[in-house]
């Protein structure tokens, strides 16, 4: 089967409407004849669909058998169930790409499949809290790393074929062995979301006349004070005083829990030693700040401010 037009342009399938799916489809318009929405959300597709994202949707089967290249940005469970099939399906000059934020399970998955070098295992480090096809921007990859996983295991083609996708994106590539991309991205992107989800849990609770567990007997009550001066905003949750900084650290805890539950679950070792960590460190602060133990804690500080500056640096 010749799955490119008579323009030389191969027909682009995006398995996963939302975000990622559509700002891709949106980033590589002009690289492929048409764009195929495939997603069991009717919701998305009918809105990639109005809004131009995609030309028409398909089956999945449909979808695969069809297109020239193949883009799944679904969650990482729907991704492992999707990818043998799709590469059963797919013509034998077909390219596949995927975009899960975990590599080792989605490598594993087909590291015996006959097809296996038609198949770019691939990260792009990019998103945002919102999500669906409404959100997508083009320009969301743009100046962004996308790690590519045992690049040796894909072919020639289909290796060039990523590496077109990602330039036209506007990405910087990185090779990484899948094992240590699960383990860096616990750090750098799980550990942050986790830590998201728990601060602004741990303040969804409106403020009760009674005290919390963490209070000191000295403290005013809330309610006591609230009762005594006008301009209080009453008894309401905490985040009713918050502000940017606030919003910086709990930004993406707006992402929903059917994307995230299946990538901690499939790098729940790297998650979880990440989290000790992190609990260990806090568990210093704390004990730091309990003593007044202030030059501990301004090393603390500068070793922060340091890291943080050469990110940034790397970052932009």
């Not at 669906?132 to 100046?143: K, Q, T, V």
């Not at 009453?234 to 299946?262: C, H, K, N, Q």
Request: hydrophobic share 40%.
């Amino acid at each position: 089967m010749d799955n490119k037009t008579e323009d030389g342009k191969p027909a682009l399938a995006i398995f996963g409407t939302g975000l990622i799916g559509c700002s891709m489809a949106e980033g590589l318009r002009d690289m492929v004849s048409e764009i195929i929405g495939v997603d069991n959300n009717s919701a998305h597709l009918q809105e990639a669909l109005y809004r131009g994202m995609i030309d028409r949707s398909m089956s999945a089967g449909n979808a695969a058998a069809y297109a020239g290249i193949i883009v799944i940005a679904v969650p990482v469970d729907a991704t492992i169930e999707l990818l043998s099939m799709i590469l059963d399906r797919a013509d034998e000059n077909a390219v596949v790409i995927d975009a899960g934020s975990i590599k080792g399970a989605i490598c594993r998955s087909v590291a015996d499949h006959p097809k296996r070098k038609q198949f770019v295992a691939a990260h792009p480090m990019a998103g945002l809290a919102l999500s669906g096809p409404d959100a997508s921007d083009a320009r969301l990859f743009r100046n962004k790393k996308v790690i590519v996983c045992e690049k040796e295991n894909s072919s020639d083609h289909a290796l060039l074929t990523a590496l077109d996708v990602f330039k036209r994106l506007g990405m910087e590539l990185v090779y990484m062995a899948p094992e240590v991309h699960d383990m860096y991205v616990a750090r750098v992107s799980h550990l942050p979301q986790v830590l998201a989800y728990c601060l602004s849990a741990i303040n969804s609770e409106k403020i009760s006349g009674s005290r919390p567990a963490y209070q000191s007997p000295e403290r005013i009550e809330v309610k006591d004070y609230n009762e005594k001066n006008e301009k209080s905003v009453g008894a309401e949750s905490a985040v009713s005083i918050a502000s940017t900084g606030y919003e910086s650290a709990t930004r993406l805890a707006s992402s929903p829990a059917d994307m995230w539950i299946p990538i901690l679950n499939h790098n729940r070792l790297n998650v979880t030693g990440s989290l000790d960590e992190m609990i260990a460190g806090l568990t210093d602060i704390r004990d730091m700040i309990s003593k007044g133990d202030w030059e501990s804690l301004e090393k603390i500080i500068d070793k922060a401010n340091m890291s943080r500056e050469h990110f940034i640096s790397v970052y932009k």
